[in-house]
């Protein structure tokens, strides 16, 4: 009964946005990703000895307004995982904007509002970024008014883990990348740790930019020093952005990141390297683009036989 409520409500959007929006029609993203799992290693020493591929297929139908993303995702192209997608819907009420993540066992909700007076942008309760004039003025109408997610995940392109929005990353418009005068100034987080539940947390944001206008370094510390996240770049050459990402789960969890990104090619490729602490157990993958296709469709929800079509096409 829970699935079929949420199928009905997941055609009810759509069925609404394609009734307001006859004249356009939406559009399908198709990603295809390779990731190598190359092991978990104890004291630098291999525990398994063979690499394991898997090709992942993701699909992503957007809206005309790019205010609502259905997203499927399929490993080793099995149609049986997964074909109910997850919903991600932007909508504004007076001047609150509320990002809405929907699948078969759960629905989140976050809050965002842009504030004119010192050009800062709330998200969630307590989160806040500051912002320069042009970039703020960019994203108060193409999010602000007109609801749109993929500037949204640019924008928030380095949190959006801590958002459960990662599934996004691969859609983001890239615009910040594109504009040398689109700079997030500072910001200020808080968040309660997860092994203690009443203990409040609150970072700084800092973020440094080169020459060209491109965020050269970016860290998340709290107040007592502890740092999250750490981001510097390492090159940019030829349209390739490559990053080094540090993130420190409250020492349970620490990740190190070569992320290489390509504006205007959509290309998001990764190697990681995530400690688990407690365990002493080290786990290694890369995740390589193979494919990235954008084309029309009339359809806004798929079933099996389009979503084969989708898989197979070359």
Same mark, same amino acid.
């Given at each position: 009964?829970?699935?079929?409520?949420?199928?009905?409500?997941?055609?009810?959007?759509?069925?609404?946005?394609?009734?307001?929006?006859?004249?356009?029609?939406?559009?399908?993203?198709? &990603? @295809?990703?390779?990731?190598? !799992?190359?092991?978990?290693? /104890?004291? #630098? $020493?291999?525990?398994?000895?063979? =690499?394991?591929?898997?090709?992942?297929?993701?699909?992503?139908?957007?809206?005309?307004?790019?205010?609502?993303?259905?997203?499927?995702?399929?490993?080793?192209?099995?149609?049986?995982?997964?074909?109910?997608?997850?919903?991600?819907?932007?909508?504004?009420?007076?001047?609150?904007?509320?990002?809405?993540?929907?699948?078969?066992?759960?629905?989140?909700?976050?809050? &965002? @509002?842009?504030?004119?007076? !010192?050009?800062?942008?709330? /998200?969630? #309760? $307590?989160?806040?970024?500051?912002? =320069?004039?042009?970039?703020?003025?960019?994203?108060?109408?193409?999010?602000?008014?007109?609801?749109?997610?993929?500037?949204?995940?640019?924008?928030?392109?380095?949190?959006?883990?801590?958002?459960?929005?990662?599934?996004?990353?691969?859609?983001?418009?890239?615009?910040?990348?594109?504009?040398?005068?689109?700079?997030?100034?500072?910001?200020?987080?808080?968040?309660?740790?997860?092994?203690?539940?009443?203990?409040?947390?609150?970072?700084?944001?800092?973020?440094?930019?080169?020459?060209?206008?491109?965020?050269?370094?970016?860290?998340?510390?709290?107040?007592?020093?502890?740092?999250?996240?750490?981001?510097?770049?390492?090159?940019?050459?030829?349209?390739?952005?490559?990053?080094?990402?540090?993130?420190?789960?409250?020492?349970?969890?620490?990740?190190?990141?070569?992320?290489?990104?390509?504006?205007?090619?959509?290309?998001?490729?990764?190697?990681?390297?995530?400690?688990?602490?407690?365990?002493?157990?080290?786990?290694?993958?890369?995740?390589?683009?193979?494919?990235?296709?954008?084309?029309?469709?009339?359809?806004?929800?798929?079933?099996?036989?389009?979503?084969?079509?989708?898989?197979?096409?070359?």
């Amino acid at each position: 009964m829970k699935k079929l409520a949420y199928i009905l409500f997941i055609f009810t959007v759509f069925y609404t946005n394609a009734c307001a929006q006859a004249s356009k029609s939406y559009s399908i993203t198709h &990603i @295809v990703n390779k990731t190598i !799992d190359k092991g978990e290693y /104890v004291d #630098d $020493k291999r525990i398994d000895k063979k =690499d394991k591929i898997t090709t992942s297929h993701l699909i992503y139908l957007l809206s005309p307004k790019k205010d609502s993303v259905a997203f499927y995702k399929f490993t080793d192209a099995k149609l049986s995982e997964k074909k109910v997608p997850d919903l991600y819907t932007l909508t504004k009420r007076e001047n609150i904007l509320l990002l809405t993540s929907k699948n078969e066992s759960y629905t989140n909700q976050l809050k &965002i @509002v842009f504030n004119d007076k !010192d050009m800062s942008v709330l /998200v969630g #309760d $307590k989160d806040v970024f500051y912002l =320069d004039s042009p970039y703020y003025t960019y994203l108060q109408k193409n999010v602000g008014k007109d609801l749109n997610i993929p500037d949204l995940i640019d924008f928030l392109e380095d949190f959006l883990t801590g958002y459960n929005l990662d599934d996004l990353k691969y859609i983001s418009s890239y615009e910040k990348y594109k504009h040398k005068d689109f700079k997030i100034l500072k910001g200020y987080m808080e968040s309660y740790r997860t092994q203690a539940s009443d203990y409040l947390d609150k970072w700084n944001l800092k973020f440094l930019y080169n020459d060209a206008g491109i965020q050269k370094y970016m860290l998340k510390e709290s107040t007592e020093g502890d740092q999250e996240i750490e981001k510097k770049i390492i090159s940019a050459d030829k349209g390739f952005f490559t990053y080094a990402k540090h993130v420190n789960i409250e020492s349970r969890l620490i990740t190190d990141s070569k992320i290489l990104i390509h504006p205007d090619k959509n290309i998001y490729d990764e190697k990681v390297t995530s400690l688990q602490t407690g365990l002493g157990k080290e786990t290694r993958y890369e995740i390589k683009q193979i494919s990235y296709k954008t084309f029309p469709t009339k359809v806004f929800r798929l079933n099996s036989a389009s979503i084969a079509k989708i898989i197979s096409s070359k």
